[in-house]
Antibody
Framework: QVQLVESGGGVVQPGRSLRLSCATS????????MHWVRQTPGKGLEWVAF????????HYANSVKGRFTISRDNSKNALYLQMNSLRVEDTAMYFC?????????????WGQGTMVTVSS | QSVLTQPPSASGTPGQRVTVSCSGS????????VNWYQQLPGTAPKLVIY???QRPSGVPDRFSGSKSGTSASLAISGLHPDDEADYYC???????????FGGGTKLTVL
C-alpha cells in the first residue's frame, strides 16, 4: 500500500541544522511532485516547499527561503529537507506529501509527520 | 498569516448540511483550483476535494466542493459525528509562487 514515512526530526538549538527524510513506497514516486508541509502544535497548516517530479524546479515559502533546501532521489524513492539556521519559529510537525500529475497541487498522500523542536 | 480566509468554526447536528467558506483573491483562488483537506485530531490531513469539485476515491458523496470567482465552499450533507474535524482550503498563489492554506475551520457535530 501507499506509504510515506518521515524521519530525522528531533530537538535542536537555534542556528543549528537538521535533515528530514521521507521514505516512500507503493506508488510511482518519480511521477509525483512532492511537498513539505508543517504544522505548529494546535495551529494551522503551512506549506514549506515543493519539488517537481524530476527535481528540475523547486519553490519555497518566504519564511524558509534561503535556509531550507528540498531535494529528492528518484532512484531511492526518497524526499529530503535540509534545514539550516533553524529558528524557534520553525518548531512544528513536518509532513511530506505527494501531489499526483494534473491534480492542481492536491496533496493526495501524506506521511504521519516528524516533530522538529527548536529550543535553547 | 493565512492568505485564504475561513471562518474559525462551524457546527451542525447529525443529518444536517453545513458549508465552510474560503475567500481569496485574484492571484490564488481567482486563478487556480482549490483543494480541501480534513484533519482529525492527532492525524495527518486527508484530501477530500481537489480541482474545486472532484472527490478522491473513498470520500463519500456527502462531501462536495464549489468555486465562484475568488471564493470557494465545501459542503457536507447528512452530517455524521465522525465528520467532526478541522477543514482547510488551499490553492496555489501566482504572486507568492507558493501553496497557501486557509486558517482552518473547526467543525463541531452537536
Amino acid at each position: 500500500q501507499v506509504q510515506l514515512v518521515e524521519s530525522g526530526g528531533g530537538v535542536v538549538q537555534p542556528g543549528r541544522s537538521l535533515r528530514l527524510s521521507c521514505a516512500t513506497s507503493g506508488f510511482t514516486f518519480s511521477t509525483f511532485a512532492m511537498h513539505w508541509v508543517r504544522q505548529t502544535p494546535g495551529k494551522g497548516l503551512e506549506w514549506v516547499a515543493f519539488i517537481w517530479s524530476d527535481g528540475s524546479n523547486k519553490h519555497y515559502a518566504n519564511s524558509v527561503k534561503g535556509r531550507f533546501t528540498i531535494s529528492r532521489d528518484n532512484s531511492k524513492n526518497a524526499l529530503y529537507l535540509q534545514m539550516n539556521s533553524l529558528r524557534v519559529e520553525d518548531t512544528a510537525m513536518y509532513f511530506c506529501a505527494g501531489d499526483p500529475p494534473r491534480s492542481g497541487f492536491a496533496f493526495d498522500i501524506w506521511g504521519q509527520g516528524t516533530m522538529v523542536t527548536v529550543s535553547s | 498569516q493565512s492568505v485564504l480566509t475561513q471562518p474559525p468554526s462551524a457546527s451542525g447536528t447529525p443529518g444536517q448540511r453545513v458549508t465552510v467558506s474560503c475567500s481569496g483573491s485574484s492571484s490564488d483562488i481567482g486563478s487556480n483550483t482549490v483543494n480541501w483537506y480534513q484533519q482529525l485530531p492527532g492525524t495527518a490531513p486527508k484530501l477530500v476535494i481537489y480541482l474545486n469539485t472532484q472527490r478522491p476515491s473513498g470520500v463519500p458523496d456527502r462531501f462536495s466542493g464549489s468555486k465562484s470567482g475568488t471564493s470557494a465552499s465545501l459542503a457536507i450533507s447528512g452530517l455524521h459525528p465522525d465528520d467532526e474535524a478541522d477543514y482547510y482550503c488551499a490553492a496555489w498563489d501566482d504572486g507568492l509562487k507558493s501553496v497557501i492554506f486557509g486558517g482552518g475551520t473547526k467543525l463541531t457535530v452537536l
